[in-house]
């Protein structure tokens, strides 16, 4: 045991000789050493300052999720007429350029920004990540292949986007930014809805932002019914009585609750469909007099046609238009958000805010 201590101690002697010499010169140079750390430190102020910022980078989950969404006032089953068209018209377009799908399914009726008869909403399953190498056979490569292909479509909006990265930070991937009118009501939908595509227009055309779009319209087909009050009165009908009429054929009424096989279960009552699809059928539906005399809606009513809101949307109390969108290739989710602040600032419209949802606010918070 005497000579392996030995040997530890040569060579520990050794090792000290070294650092006491490293040492002593270090301390005659020591300005070039703080110059060196000086210079270290720069230099990372400056990669941090110029690289890229991001917060949580979207992952290949395996699932791609798109929307569909047809032109407004068209019926459910137009919209899965829509569909249909657009599976079997790209069906082996796909297959030929998208080999790596397993699986995929479209509902029709269903939007994640709010459910319609225009809207839909489809989801692929990818192969598994060992069958898909390179970087085009990602979420993401094919997504913008998807595209690519969808965007050849008149017939409806159709996007592909990858999934979030984190599981109940928005709907799909990229960025949410809400438009928000602080007006007060001053603006109207349409000039709200302008503001809102004017932005969109010029966010397209940044090179950091790539398929920038809304889902919000103002142009849904509707009927406005005008109940003449006087009309009630003479053909002594009870206003509320004939409210809650017309709401239990159009949108449905509770009426009580039923037990079978130890469950319960609730009854609503509502006119079927083919008794409410047209100006015509509405037009007959009948309310009851105090009197017991059956009165056709067209004779205590008037119905106008216009044209609406499918859905209305509040973020923070104020009315809001949600504008998605992803960055382009090459660019990261900071620069994204940096580029929609950029465009909302330029525009300089008075009255008007923003703010961000999902994963983009969290990204910002956290600067």
Same mark, same amino acid.
Request: no cysteine; glycine share 8%; charged share 15%.
């Given at each position: 045991?005497?000579?392996?201590?030995?040997?530890?101690?040569?060579?520990?002697?050794?090792?000290?000789?070294?650092?006491?010499?490293?040492?002593?010169?270090?301390?005659?140079?020591?300005?070039?050493?703080?110059?060196?750390?000086?210079?270290?430190?720069?230099?990372?102020?400056?990669?941090?300052?110029?690289?890229? +910022?991001?917060?949580?980078?979207?992952?290949?989950?395996?699932?791609? $999720?798109?929307?569909?969404?047809?032109?407004?006032?068209?019926?459910?089953?137009?919209?899965?007429? $829509? $569909?249909?068209?657009?599976?079997?018209?790209?069906?082996?377009?796909?297959?030929?350029?998208?080999?790596?799908?397993?699986?995929?399914?479209?509902?029709?009726?269903?939007?994640?920004?709010?459910?319609?008869?225009?809207?839909?909403?489809?989801?692929?399953?990818?192969?598994?990540?060992?069958?898909?190498?390179?970087?085009?056979?990602?979420?993401?490569?094919?997504?913008?292949?998807?595209?690519?292909?969808?965007?050849?479509?008149?017939? @409806?909006?159709?996007?592909?986007?990858?999934?979030?990265?984190?599981?109940?930070?928005?709907? #799909?991937?990229?960025?949410?930014?809400?438009?928000?009118?602080?007006?007060?009501?001053?603006?109207?939908?349409?000039?709200?809805?302008?503001?809102?595509?004017?932005?969109?227009? =010029?966010?397209?055309? +940044?090179?950091?932002?790539?398929?920038?779009?809304?889902?919000?319209?103002?142009? #849904?087909?509707?009927? /406005?019914?005008?109940?003449?009050?006087?009309?009630?009165?003479?053909?002594?009908?009870?206003?509320?009585?004939?409210?809650?009429?017309?709401? @239990?054929?159009?949108?449905? =009424?509770?009426?009580?609750?039923?037990?079978?096989?130890?469950?319960?279960?609730?009854?609503?009552?509502?006119?079927?469909?083919?008794?409410?699809?047209?100006?015509? =059928?509405?037009?007959?539906?009948?309310?009851?007099?105090?009197?017991?005399?059956?009165?056709?809606?067209?004779?205590?009513?008037?119905?106008?046609?216009?044209?609406?809101? /499918?859905?209305?949307?509040?973020?923070?109390?104020?009315?809001?238009?949600?504008?998605?969108?992803?960055?382009?290739?090459?660019?990261?989710?900071?620069?994204?958000?940096?580029?929609?602040?950029?465009?909302?600032?330029?525009?300089?419209?008075?009255?008007?805010?923003?703010?961000?949802?999902?994963?983009?606010?969290?990204?910002?918070?956290? =600067?």
């Amino acid at each position: 045991m005497g000579w392996f201590f030995r040997q530890f101690n040569r060579g520990f002697d050794w090792v000290l000789a070294g650092y006491e010499r490293l040492s002593k010169f270090l301390i005659r140079m020591r300005m070039v050493v703080v110059g060196v750390f000086i210079l270290g430190l720069a230099t990372t102020a400056f990669v941090y300052a110029s690289v890229p +910022n991001g917060f949580v980078p979207e992952e290949d989950q395996g699932v791609i $999720v798109g929307i569909i969404q047809a032109p407004d006032g068209v019926s459910l089953v137009s919209t899965e007429k $829509v $569909v249909n068209t657009v599976v079997n018209t790209v069906a082996q377009t796909l297959e030929q350029s998208v080999p790596e799908m397993e699986a995929s399914v479209v509902i029709a009726g269903f939007g994640l920004g709010g459910n319609g008869p225009n809207q839909a909403t489809f989801f692929i399953k990818l192969k598994d990540w060992q069958e898909r190498r390179s970087q085009d056979q990602s979420a993401n490569g094919i997504v913008q292949r998807l595209n690519g292909i969808f965007s050849q479509n008149q017939d @409806a909006l159709i996007f592909a986007a990858n999934l979030p990265a984190v599981s109940g930070y928005g709907v #799909t991937g990229g960025f949410e930014f809400q438009l928000q009118d602080q007006t007060n009501g001053q603006l109207s939908i349409d000039q709200f809805l302008a503001i809102a595509q004017e932005m969109i227009g =010029k966010a397209n055309q +940044n090179p950091a932002l790539s398929r920038v779009f809304t889902q919000f319209t103002s142009s #849904t087909p509707q009927y /406005q019914i005008d109940i003449n009050r006087d009309r009630l009165e003479a053909l002594n009908i009870d206003f509320a009585q004939a409210m809650n009429t017309f709401g @239990a054929y159009m949108g449905g =009424k509770y009426v009580n609750n039923f037990t079978f096989a130890q469950r319960s279960y609730r009854v609503y009552i509502q006119a079927d469909a083919q008794f409410r699809d047209s100006l015509d =059928k509405i037009s007959q539906i009948q309310v009851r007099s105090r009197t017991g005399q059956m009165v056709r809606l067209n004779e205590i009513a008037q119905i106008t046609p216009i044209t609406g809101l /499918q859905n209305i949307s509040h973020f923070n109390l104020a009315r809001t238009i949600k504008i998605q969108g992803s960055a382009a290739p090459g660019y990261s989710s900071g620069q994204a958000i940096a580029a929609m602040q950029q465009i909302f600032e330029e525009m300089n419209q008075p009255g008007l805010g923003y703010d961000w949802t999902g994963l983009s606010r969290e990204e910002i918070r956290k =600067k």
